[in-house]
T-cell receptor, first 113, second 110 residues
């Protein structure tokens, strides 16, 4: 089944404790992206990747890191999480850089206390 | 900086009626996307519009793009309860960033 998976789905952590949210797709997609969703703000793009080893900042990259060492995986790293990073995070992928529909993962709800 | 505005933000409409959601954006783009999100769920892609004048239809939903006016519309025909959801438009900028509107929460009432 074609899908985008994210782990964990739910995470409660404390300020400053490094964490990684994994994202994996099995569709051989080139484009992958991370978004955060906050009430009243819609979705905002954090980072995106056009292909392996090619990443770029979205609108809200501060406090986040990403890597794209393999085509299928695009982990989101929070080196020192803060409470303002409490949010719902979505990973998405598409066949190429946005000429096709995006497939979204199920979401990761992160709470930083 | 690209800004994307949707209106209305909230829409309550009766079954069987027609209505339109509007998506305006601030800078030149010829790629616009519509998504649907059910409560507590992820996003589902509805339409990809890649050129001026593009029109796509799926069931009771029809989306169009006017790049000169920087406007896309999502038209709902003869609404049914199953269409209740939040609808987002998103616009791609030249450097492959994607900017979303804040969403339109649509409620279809009997």
């Amino acid at each position: 089944e074609a899908q985008v998976t994210q782990n964990p789905r739910y995470l409660i952590t404390v300020t400053g404790k490094k964490l990684t949210v994994t994202c994996s797709q099995n569709m051989n997609h080139e484009y992958m992206s991370w978004y955060r969703q906050d009430p009243g703000l819609g979705l905002r793009q954090i980072y995106y990747s056009m292909n392996v080893e090619v990443t770029d900042k979205g609108d809200v990259p501060e406090g986040y890191k990403v890597s794209r060492k393999e085509k299928r995986n695009f982990p989101l790293i929070l080196e020192s999480p803060s409470p303002n990073q409490t949010s719902l995070y979505f990973c998405a992928s598409s066949l190429s850089f946005l000429s096709y529909e995006q497939y979204f993962g199920p979401g990761t709800r992160l709470t930083v206390t | 900086e690209l800004k994307v505005e949707q209106n209305p933000l909230f829409l309550s409409m009766q079954e069987g009626k027609n209505y339109t959601i509007y998506c305006n954006y601030s800078t030149t783009s010829d790629r616009l996307y519509w998504y649907r999100q059910d409560p507590g769920k992820s996003l589902e892609s509805l339409f990809v519009l890649l050129s001026n004048g593009a029109v796509k239809q799926e069931g009771r939903l029809m989306a169009s793009l006017d790049t000169k006016a920087r406007l896309s519309t999502l038209h709902i025909t003869a609404a049914v309860h199953d269409l209740s959801a939040t609808y987002f438009c998103a616009v791609a900028s030249g450097n492959e960033k994607l900017t979303f509107g804040t969403g339109t929460r649509l409620t279809i009432i009997p």
